[in-house]
């Protein structure tokens, strides 16, 4: 029936089974199709998860599920009957079950002049903080004209940003900036999908290095293969424009070298994207 209707979302209640990563125990938030898709190939040759009524149960769903995205529907969720729990799922940035999506970069666009006032409000606390430069709304707005931003919508609401600036006299180097996943989202994985996102980004645009400006969270992009560089290893134009005042750390990372494996897929699994 929701492949006839195109619905956009097909939810399964459980009877409350909900599916957890052993290794973290937690609860698994989303899942891209194929993952889901190889998750049930792998119960369903185990006769001992198999033999358990509530787990092939919810094997069961999400095998409906996974056919039912193959057939057009964006969205399956798999949730418990909990009071609340289907607004919890739909409307809140945590959610409540489990999601199934198609594509894990669902809802990360180019960023509009609508955006604007989601953008400003996203970084102000920053902003407030000095942890990132204050863009007046020309500025953001300039940078939505010229495709240089990129925004991360759930449900109306801005849940990250981040930009992607080129340089003229370095063709091969692009800055990332503006980078920020909101603080609702902390601990599910939303920043290290985004900048996956904006690698991707820079490197079908022919980039080969990345850098940034930041005067927190060095450690964050050290664990994801940024390097400390200096204020000469900057293109030319961006040197003469580098704030001394803010004090900024440069990182920089060669994304050319990232492992084939890790440029076609990224593991979906603490993600909630909605």
Not at 6 to 35: E, N, P, W
Not at 101 to 128: C, H, K, N, T, W
Request: hydrophobic residues 40%.
């Amino acid at each position: 029936m929701a492949k006839q209707l195109k619905a956009s979302k097909l939810v399964f209640f459980t009877r409350g089974q909900q599916l957890v990563d052993s290794r973290r125990d937690a609860l698994v938030a989303a899942m891209q199709i194929k993952d889901a898709t190889a998750f049930v190939e792998y119960a369903r040759d185990k006769p001992e998860l198999m033999g358990d009524g509530f787990t092939s149960e919810t094997i069961r769903h999400l095998g409906l599920l996974i056919e039912t995205l193959t057939g057009g529907t964006r969205r399956g969720h798999l949730i418990d009957t909990a009071q609340g729990a289907l607004l919890q799922e739909l409307y809140t940035t945590d959610g409540r079950g489990t999601l199934i999506s198609q594509d894990l970069y669902d809802g990360i666009r180019l960023a509009r002049s609508s955006d604007v006032a989601g953008i400003l409000e996203l970084i102000e606390p920053l902003v407030e903080k000095k942890m990132l430069r204050r863009r007046s709304g020309y500025e953001v707005e300039n940078a939505c004209r010229e495709r240089e931003l990129f925004v991360w919508k759930r449900d109306g609401t801005t849940i990250g940003c981040a930009s992607l600036q080129c340089f003229e006299d370095s063709p091969d180097m692009g800055e990332l900036g503006c980078f920020m996943v909101s603080p609702r989202c902390v601990g599910k994985g939303l920043g290290s999908v985004l900048l996956a996102y904006m690698e991707r980004v820079a490197m079908l645009q022919g980039l080969r290095t990345l850098f940034l400006l930041t005067t927190q969270s060095m450690q964050w992009f050290v664990e994801r293969g940024f390097q400390e560089a200096t204020v000469q290893d900057l293109p030319a134009s961006k040197q003469q424009s580098y704030d001394v005042s803010r004090s900024s750390k440069v990182y920089v990372k060669h994304i050319d070298s990232i492992p084939e494996e890790l440029q076609q897929r990224f593991t979906f699994v603490e993600a909630a994207v909605e």
